[in-house]
């Protein structure tokens, strides 16, 4: 995620096109606002969304500015390493349709689902089990915010020469303005728009990537002599290190609760059908700059075309305003801010309803009007946030690194395993999601402190994916006996659906 | 192909063993003596990986007492990907500047990049589109859902 100063940006066209943009955004978000009437509507959007919606909301959910401007300037860094959190993309759609998609949408239909810890209590008839998985989602969501923003705030300051915190307080006030107001209906709305945008500048940026570099293959021939390890299948992290992306991307899918909520919002579960192919589709063309980017810029450095970058996140940047029209540079950072804002919408709306809705049923309360405090709830972690981004790049830095791990060890075994598998206990549930919190808080803290560092290849996510997994398992097969007794009968129907 | 509870079974020891496998793999690195330990840990992350989402798409995707033959293929389409691409790339010889290029790429680059990162996007959503009516959810099977969770419901009220 971007931490460091873009380059300046401030130029009519490119502050013309980012005023257009954030203008649609507001139309839009006024427009949800009007509509939004209920807490359903506000966390999962009236359970009234189409495919297309679907589709493209999920891929702008997943896809943050780490996609435009982080993601190619780690590929510069680090060689072909850096696709491994991304090659899972063509593959996890589809497996997490079969593994989750029909089941979470089936316990909509049977039981009101808010958030995906309602998938988990309701799954274990476990308050306990939700809490947790509410407090997971709630620090990974500070964290992750607080990372977006602070990126957000520097796209800000870029184009409209404003100081961060400036481009922080902008950023987080127009984001605040329309899902304090509209929620996530608002959000889907927006991600339609915004996952356009971001589709169309990765079309059209990898177009320039080509021609610029002279195909992929002039590209590879520019680098090959200068530093063949960097297009080694590899990377220059070597095997260990991408393959342990891969697992951690790739399984960490199953476990991504700001992707996974807005299955809830499908109107029709038969549409199901058509989704891996369109989310598939969408995000494997927005993923288009991540990777053109991140190789042209090496090759460019590499044949002398291009002065070394200052810091791997200029790459993006510099490579767009030297390269490319202004036009499509103000596209292109317009499509940051819109990965940056989706994402950050999502965030909020699953922090929001964690904190108004899984917290109090983990005690046996039921908050009254939802929808306000919801409201309230928004505008509490947006400002948590923003102040932690205002505070410390280093704060943020640490508790940005942490988010995906964080849901992927607390959510994916008692979810994907957990509504496949009838013998999975509350117990391991409850045991796995404690676990993923610990270990993943502990060793991120040690590394951050510099206590204790993994060795190369491990990371903390991994391991903390891994204990969780096995913990899951392990207390779920000594407590086989209580499985018959955690399941509620209407939602055993689901899982032998 | 009848047999989806025995598949299932089968899948969740698989499930297990894969993730015991990555365990080993990071296990390895903390091990000084165990030294050449990349090489064995890229193969058991390959193994342990391509394990992993081969059985967990098939707890997702077998259902009791249904033929599975079209997701047979696909969970043996997705397991052979991963595991062959990383296979493949941890067994050929490393690349230079002379290498002859496939597709743009370095051959071992060019078989992960592509025979992971694009070939199964190809693949993989139309076959879960295309059986999805018959494996997934039908309209009947929805009506039956929805009933059958309706009564569940009522008899836990009475």
Known sequence: MQTAALPSLTQPVVVGVALAYFGVVAAI???????????????????????????????????????????????????????YIVLPASITNTVGAWVLGKRLRLLAEVRTMITVPDAIGARYRSPTAQGLAGVAIIIAVIGYTATNLLALGLVVKAVFAVDLTTGILVGTAITLAYSASGGILAGVYTDLFQGAVMALAS???????LMVGGGLGGISQSILPADPTFLSPWGKLGPMAALSFFFVFGIGSLGQPHVLHKIFMLKDPRRLKWSPLLTTAALMVTLLLFFGVGIVTKGLVASGRMTALASPDDATPMFLLQFTPILLSAIVFAGVAAAIMSTVNSFLSIGAAALTHDLPRAVGRHLPNELHIGRIATTVIALVAAGVALASGTLVAFLGIFGWGLFASTLVPSLAVGLNWAGATKAGAVASIATGILVTLVFETLGYLRVFTLPAGVSVSGLSLVLSFLVFFGVSWLTREQAPGDLDPDIRVVLNA | MNDGQGARRAALGCSVLSMLLIALAYGLTLVPAAAPAPAWGGWLMALGTAGLFASLTVLGAVRRNRPWRAVAWAVGFIFVVIFGAFGAALLLAPDDASSALVLGLPLRAAIVIYGIGVVPALVLPLVYAKTFDTLTLSADDLEQVRADARRAQDEMAS
């Not at chain 1, 589709?55 to 390493?81: D, N, Q, R, V």
């Not at chain 1, 079309?203 to 990537?209: D, E, Q, R, S």
Request: no cysteine; hydrophobic share 60%.
């Open chain 1, 29 to 83: 978000g006024a427009w949800a606002a009007r509509r939004t009437r209920s807490a359903s509507d506000f966390f999962v959007a009236g359970q009234g969304i189409g495919l297309w919606t679907l589709a493209i909301a999920s891929m702008a959910a997943t896809i943050s500015g780490f996609a435009f401007i982080g993601g190619p300037g780690l590929i510069y860094s680090i060689g072909l390493t850096a696709v």
């Open chain 1, 203 to 209: 079309v059209l940026v990898f177009a320039y990537v």
